[in-house]
């Protein structure tokens, strides 16, 4: 049991460290611009069928638009 005192306080300082980088680091969502983030940017193409979906625009309006953006 000589060994207790010297190894409890490093497995201490272990696990104290383990909860602090879960509790700060791991929930945090990261930047957009940050490699490896997952998502990729909404193109205006994206948000124009969001918006049809939503019943925002009529189908000319949609059309029209989406051809505006072709161009």
Known sequence: ????PIVMP????????L???FFFSRGA???????GSGRE???A????K?????GELTKEQ???MKRDLKD
Do not use: S
């Not at 049991?1 to 207790?4: E, L, S, Y």
């Not at 490093?10 to 104290?16: E, H, Q």
């Not at 969001?50 to 939503?54: G, L, V, W």
């Open 41 to 43: 940017p909404e193109t």
């Open 19 to 21: 909860c602090l980088y």
């Open 62 to 64: 949609f059309e029209q």
């Open 50 to 54: 969001k918006r049809y979906a939503k």
């Open 29 to 35: 969502p990261r930047p957009p611009w940050e490699p």
């Open 45 to 48: 193409l994206d948000i124009l």
């Open 10 to 17: 490093v497995v201490m300082v272990v696990a104290l460290v």
């Open 1 to 4: 049991m000589w060994f207790f």
